[in-house]
């Protein structure tokens, strides 16, 4: 508190304004490199394409099952990352 010439005192310090905000804002990325996805897709794929064909063209639709269902898992991740979250926050003016 600060005394006046005319001995009035006054509030040297303002009460602060304080509100929330709502603020989206990107999801933390746990794994950088899609390893999960990828893995998980390729061996679904694999799976799949192993049920297709016999011989060696079994081996080839598993080979292929296995490129594709990593491609697959991988966008699908990185799909996942990309969203957002929306989080409060609290200001104070």
Same mark, same amino acid.
């Not at 508190?1 to 602060?16: E, Y």
């Not at 079994?58 to 099952?65: E, F, I, Y």
């Given at each position: 508190?600060?005394? !006046?010439?005319? !001995?009035? *005192?006054?509030?040297?310090?303002?009460?602060?304004?304080c509100y929330? $905000?709502? $603020? *989206?804002?990107?999801?933390q990325i746990k794994d950088q490199h899609k390893i999960a996805g990828t893995a998980i897709g390729a061996v679904a794929g694999g799976l799949l394409g192993n049920q297709v064909g016999g011989?060696?063209?079994?081996?080839?639709?598993?080979?292929? &099952?296995? $490129?594709? &269902?990593?491609?697959?898992?991988?966008?699908? *991740?990185?799909n996942q990352q990309n969203k957002t979250e929306t989080v409060i926050e609290r200001r104070c003016d």
């Open positions: 508190m600060v005394t !006046g010439a005319a !001995g009035a *005192q006054t509030k040297s310090k303002k009460t602060p304004h929330n $905000v709502e $603020v *989206q804002r990107p999801k011989g060696n063209g079994k081996k080839l639709a598993t080979a292929a &099952g296995a $490129v594709g &269902g990593a491609f697959a898992g991988r966008k699908i *991740q990185e």
